[in-house]
């Protein structure tokens, strides 16, 4: 079995705090009220993740109507339109919001720019459930804009009061060239904080740009309906270095998509909804054994250390 050079390990990867307290809040809902457990979307994008709870008796669901009245329910860590959990609250149906916190931050902001009678600008991907929920909060206040280019069809004065709020998955960088846009175009702009941005989003690209540095080949682990993860991706991608994104390193052949592997440095990350046991996996795959972790061909790229951490919601919190 032909072997890479070396293996380099960004950290931070994988998990982040959103996404550690949104798969506790369903491990304790399965320990104290047992399955079935109803989630409303998937808790967090990753197949696996998924497939694990599904197994434990765990039942995702899009339409509320799905969802007995009896039952226990969680709406996911990427937010959920109001006018759903209203919808929720009005069946009586007894249910936890796993919502990351940053991301009700984003909401809290949506709604003071609706109260205060001020125009949304909100940067993010059509169709993206942390979008649609956050959306959910202004109605025809806001406008969701993907790109630079779409600002030239928003039928706003320049003068227009506006506040600008992005999907906590965009980094700095992936905002840059549409916030500058928005600079030069209107006058009366609130723009977000540097905290409005997901510290696990910027810390997980400073991260693979350092292994951008260091590397011939980057894998990033993570599932392809995951913003955060195919914005890694493309970030190798736009350096001009081979990458390869992997959602299930079981199927994963390294000799067929790594070219000259023996003569590679490897590089690995993982998207923030990723479980560790995948980087494992693929590990074991790149060097043909589980026994990896006193591998000499292994170092970690220490790049930023995190240490947030956000407490479980009522009644979860005990």
């Excluded at 998937?42 to 709870?53: G, K, P």
């Excluded at 991301?103 to 009678?117: G, Q, R, Y």
């Amino acid at each position: 079995m032909k072997k890479p050079k070396q293996i380099i390990l960004a950290s931070p990867r994988g998990f982040c705090a959103g996404v550690d307290r949104a798969i506790e809040i369903v491990d304790k809902a399965l320990d104290i009220y047992d399955a079935p457990i109803y989630v409303r979307h998937e808790i967090v994008h990753n197949h696996h993740v998924v497939n694990d709870f599904k197994n434990r008796g765990v039942i995702f669901i899009e339409d509320l109507n799905e969802v007995p009245d009896s039952a226990k329910l969680i709406f996911s860590a990427h937010g959920t339109d109001p006018a759903v959990i209203e919808s929720a609250r009005a069946r009586g149906i007894f249910f936890i919001d796993a919502v990351c916190p940053l991301v009700t931050k984003v909401h809290k902001e949506i709604k003071k720019a609706v109260d205060n009678n001020k125009k949304i600008i909100y940067i993010g991907h059509k169709g993206h459930q942390e979008v649609v929920g956050a959306m959910g909060y202004a109605r025809d206040e806001i406008h969701l804009v993907e790109s630079a280019s779409d600002l030239n069809s928003l039928a706003l004065n320049p003068e227009t009061a506006l506040v600008v709020c992005t999907q906590t998955t965009l980094s700095v960088d992936d905002t840059a060239e549409i916030i500058n846009a928005i600079k030069s175009k209107f006058s009366n702009v609130e723009f977000p904080k540097a905290d409005d941005i997901c510290y696990a989003t910027q810390n997980r690209q400073d991260a693979v740009k350092e292994l951008i540095n260091k590397c011939d080949h980057i894998l990033i682990i993570g599932s392809n309906n995951s913003s955060n993860t195919l914005r890694l991706v493309e970030l190798v991608d736009k350096a001009g270095k081979a990458v390869n994104l992997i959602s299930d390193p079981e199927s994963f052949v390294p000799e067929e998509s790594i070219e000259n592997i023996e003569d590679s440095v490897i590089g690995i990350s993982s998207g923030a909804s990723a479980p560790e046991k995948l980087i494992e996996q693929l590990i074991s795959k790149l060097i043909g054994t589980s026994d990896y972790k006193t591998s000499e061909l292994i170092q970690t790229l220490e790049v930023i250390e995190e240490k947030t951490h956000f407490p479980l919601p009522e009644p979860l919190n005990c």
